[in-house]
């Protein structure tokens, strides 16, 4: 991912498991969360400002199970 244009929003940490960075791509209004473990890249929601995904990233911090979801049998 092109770091130029990208803003991070903090971490989610799952317990004994993935560390995920919140990070949100001014180009392409994506959010999304980045494994630091594993290195996957999950698209979690699209943003227009960065007001909008600053308050989108602190609702995913709040309720990480709504948004970080993987399929079944895709643990890390």
Do not use: C
Request: no cysteine; hydrophobic share 40%; glycine share 10%.
């Amino acid at each position: 991912m092109d770091s130029v244009g990208t803003f991070p929003f903090g971490w989610v940490r799952e317990p004994g498991g993935e560390n995920w960075q919140i990070i949100w791509d001014q180009k392409t209004k994506v959010v999304y969360a980045m494994g630091v473990k594993s290195k996957e890249v999950l698209e979690i929601g699209k943003s227009s400002t960065w007001v909008e995904a600053k308050s989108f990233a602190d609702e995913v911090k709040e309720s990480p199970e709504r948004y970080l979801a993987r399929p079944a049998g895709k643990a890390v």
